[in-house]
């Protein structure tokens, strides 16, 4: 039932277009969960107005965020490319397109960081 989810597996080294599917999928699970804390959030008056995921409200931005800045340290941590410079550099990127630009866009890095081999 929940065999897309296969494709957001952290340790595994992916292809370039096993890592299209991961970003797909990845944003897919982002846009449901960005909505569903963003209307918890509103029904329990933490915040005022939250609009829909594509308009780019900052509470959306700031879920995204945090989503990306999670799953590319997951990534990190599963596959031991905590030492790696350029893994690290591709992460901070990541986090500073999500928040700046747009959380597709930073997604972007985070997709190429899966593509990078393990280190054991």
Do not use: E
Not at 13 to 41: E, K, N, P, Q, R
Not at 64 to 85: N, Q
């Amino acid at each position: 039932m929940f065999g897309f989810l296969k494709s957001l597996d952290v340790t595994k080294t992916y292809s370039t277009s096993d890592a299209v599917w991961f970003y797909v999928t990845s944003l897919i699970l982002l846009v449901g969960f960005s909505t569903v804390l963003g209307h918890v959030l509103h029904m329990m008056g933490v915040v005022d107005v939250v609009g829909s995921f594509f308009d780019g409200g900052h509470v959306h931005t700031m879920i995204g965020t945090g989503f990306v800045l999670m799953l590319s340290s997951m990534i990190l941590t599963g596959r031991k490319l905590t030492g790696d410079l350029f893994s690290i550099l591709l992460v901070v990127v990541g986090v500073y397109l999500a928040f700046t630009t747009s959380v597709l866009l930073g997604m972007l890095p985070v997709a190429l960081l899966t593509t990078l081999p393990s280190k054991s």
